[in-house]
């Protein structure tokens, strides 16, 4: 990086750190009057307490400790920070089109307003410079509610491609891995492949390099797929979107992820790129097994994806459908009132659920040592507040 470069980024970065003084790190809360939903637990007459950054648990209202100022939930919900863990960008600003730290920090705070704390900051199908350079923006900034980068392509099956340029659909071998993923430590925590074209050697690679690898953009029947879980692939990407068919006769990539009984998957629940009765079958037959994602896109006009708000979702200009216009906030929303599923079970889908699958244990729940990062939304899911590492946002 130019010296020029590096003294934008760091201007850059200082300026979006005022976003976060707002509150004093050492500063001590009570959050009270709302149900807090904290993995299995639903406590409506507690407090939630905030200390440098930490969770300290809950306590009775009337214990509220000395020093520690009492906020007012005005009778809202208050669940863990939102985890989504496929999203391309956000507030106007798509990553791949905008390689810039403007553009990684504008996604991370437009993310943050909508009480999404955690994301896996995703990109499609591209050229392996463009991953690279991606990669090597990342790690410039490394932005403090991002977990990382996942890569969705470009190893899929071109018959099952999606939005995803055909022609730059790659097949996999250990020396493009090696080269897409040599400056890529603690950066790509995740990426979707095509199973049944993935060589056991390239997954062997892939797991050595500790990343989640989902299946996707999958053309797979139930034989490849469940081979492929078997081996190390924990879990599927946008269920029922761009892979084989649920069929009578070869019940495919939904219907190996349905009888597998550790592999995971996440769902759009926009009712759109899903039907909510395909939700539902999903959430009868997999339970904690399947979890949100948004999968969300924003206008875009430049670069190889061009896309379009069309009402609620996106398109590319032909009329192919590209991504999602949810928030995760939203797909919650959806769950409870299209799906049917009780609230503190879709706040379990967008927290804990997504949070056991990357293993991580400081997040997507209120237990005390957790780390501060709380949601509270009222009862027509509107965001009221949100607290990320214990600052207000």
């Not at 299995?40 to 969770?55: H, M, N, T, V």
């Not at 990382?148 to 022609?167: I, M, S, T, V």
């Not at 992820?257 to 790129?273: E, P, R």
Request: aromatic letters at 8%.
């Amino acid at each position: 990086m130019s010296p020029v470069a590096a003294r934008a980024t760091t201007n850059v970065f200082s300026i979006n750190l005022l976003f976060f003084i707002s509150c004093d790190m050492n500063s001590k809360i009570a959050l009270y009057n709302g149900t807090i939903y904290s993995e299995y637990d639903i406590i409506s007459d507690g407090a939630l307490l905030i200390s440098e950054g930490k969770l300290l648990g809950t306590v009775p209202v009337d214990q509220i400790p000395a020093g520690f100022e009492p906020v007012d939930a005005e009778g809202g919900n208050i669940c863990p920070g939102l985890i989504d863990l496929q999203i391309y960008g956000a507030g106007g600003s798509l990553y791949s089109a905008d390689l810039s730290v403007e553009s990684l920090l504008h996604i991370q705070n437009t993310l943050l307003g909508q009480g999404c704390t955690s994301f896996y900051l995703t990109l499609a199908t591209n050229e392996i410079a463009v991953f690279k350079e991606a990669i090597r923006v990342y790690k410039t900034v490394n932005p403090r509610n991002t977990l990382g980068l996942h890569l969705e392509g470009p190893f899929l099956n071109p018959k099952k491609r999606g939005a995803h340029p055909a022609e730059l659909i790659l097949k996999a071998d250990v020396a493009i891995l090696d080269d897409l993923l040599a400056d890529a430590a603690d950066t790509v925590g995740m990426i979707t492949v095509a199973p049944e074209l993935l060589e056991d050697e390239c997954l062997t690679y892939l797991r050595s390099k500790e990343i989640l690898i989902s299946a996707g953009h999958s053309d797979a029947t139930f034989e490849e797929a469940t081979a492929s879980f078997d081996k190390g692939i924990a879990t599927v990407t946008h269920l029922w979107n761009a892979m084989s068919p649920l069929h009578h006769r070869e019940v495919g990539l939904p219907g190996a992820v349905f009888n597998h009984h550790t592999t995971c998957a996440s769902v759009i629940v926009d009712g759109v790129h899903v039907d909510f009765e395909a939700v539902k079958l999903a959430k009868q037959v997999m339970g904690e097994r399947l979890f949100l994602i948004t999968d969300a896109v924003t206008d875009c006009s430049k670069d190889i994806y061009h896309h379009e708000l069309h009402g609620d979702h996106y398109i590319l200009p032909d009329g192919t459908l590209s991504g999602s216009a949810l928030t995760m906030l939203a797909a919650i929303r959806n769950c409870v009132e299209k799906v049917g599923i009780p609230l503190e079970e879709a706040i379990r889908m967008a927290t804990i659920y997504p949070a056991r699958l990357i293993d991580r244990n400081d997040i997507g729940h209120l237990k005390a040592g957790a780390s501060a990062n709380v949601l509270v939304f009222d009862r027509d899911f509107n965001v009221k507040k949100v607290y990320f590492e214990g600052e207000k946002v």
